[in-house]
């Protein structure tokens, strides 16, 4: 599929605002994340490797912090 395709299918007139996404100059609101998951039919985790990973991260650092029982001050 042409990137001109998809940036019809996104709604868009011109490759402009694909070019930014694939780039990494700009993400793409909810509504064309989702979009984008199913024009290339991939997950949206899939399109954004690196945000995904990296707020997994984050995510799995703060679950551990969360759940590490605390001792608390006996005096």
């Known amino acids: 599929m042409s990137t001109r395709h998809v940036a019809?299918?996104?709604g868009?007139?011109?490759v402009s605002r694909l070019s930014k996404y694939e780039r990494g100059q700009r993400l793409p609101n909810l509504r064309n994340a989702f979009r984008l998951?199913?024009?290339l039919r991939v997950p949206v985790e899939f399109l954004f490797p690196s945000l995904y990973d990296l707020l997994r991260e984050q995510i799995r650092a703060?679950?551990?912090r969360i759940?590490?029982?605390t001792q608390a001050t006996l005096f």
Do not use: T
């Open 12 to 14: 868009d007139k011109d």
């Open 62 to 64: 703060e679950e551990e």
């Open 8 to 10: 019809i299918l996104l």
């Open 67 to 69: 759940a590490k029982p």
């Open 37 to 39: 998951s199913a024009i």
